[in-house]
Nanobody, 121 residues
C-alpha cells in the first residue's frame, strides 16, 4: 500500500485546511482502517484521528475534538481541520492498517510521506 498525503500549507491561527490521502498504488483503501498522525520537531509522533474500514467508527485525540473531522470516500481519506492553532503545527502523516484502527501508530504498517502544516499566530 502506497499512500500520498496532500493539502498542507501555511495558515493563520483560526483558519482551516483540508488534508487528503490517497493510495498511489493498486490497493483499494476501502478495506483498511485509515489514520492521521502528526509529528512536530523534537516531539514524538502523536495520533490525530482515525476511521475504521466501514467508516462508522472514528477516534479523535482530545486536542483536536470539535475542530477536526476525519472522513473517507472509497479510496481516499480526508482530515478537515478548522480553528487551527499554532500548536497544530507539525508534519501530518496518513497511515493504513488492515487489522485495527485507533491511536496506536505501531498498529499501522503503511505510511505516506507526510504533508507540512504550519499555523502562524
Amino acid at each position: 500500500v502506497q499512500l500520498q498525503a496532500s493539502g498542507g500549507g501555511l495558515v493563520q491561527a483560526g483558519g482551516s485546511l483540508r488534508l487528503s490521502c490517497v493510495s498511489s498504488g493498486e490497493n483499494y483503501l476501502g478495506s483498511y482502517a485509515l489514520g492521521w498522525f502528526r509529528q512536530a520537531p523534537g516531539k514524538e509522533r502523536e495520533p490525530v484521528a482515525s476511521i475504521r474500514w466501514g467508516g462508522g467508527s472514528t477516534y479523535y485525540a482530545d486536542s483536536v475534538k470539535d475542530r477536526f473531522t476525519i472522513s473517507r470516500d472509497y479510496g481516499k481519506v480526508y482530515l478537515q481541520m478548522n480553528s487551527l492553532k499554532p500548536e497544530d503545527t507539525a508534519r501530518y502523516y496518513c497511515a493504513a492498517s488492515s487489522t485495527t484502527y485507533g491511536p496506536d501508530y505501531h498498529q499501522y504498517p503503511y505510511w505516506g510521506q507526510g504533508t507540512q502544516v504550519t499555523v502562524s499566530s
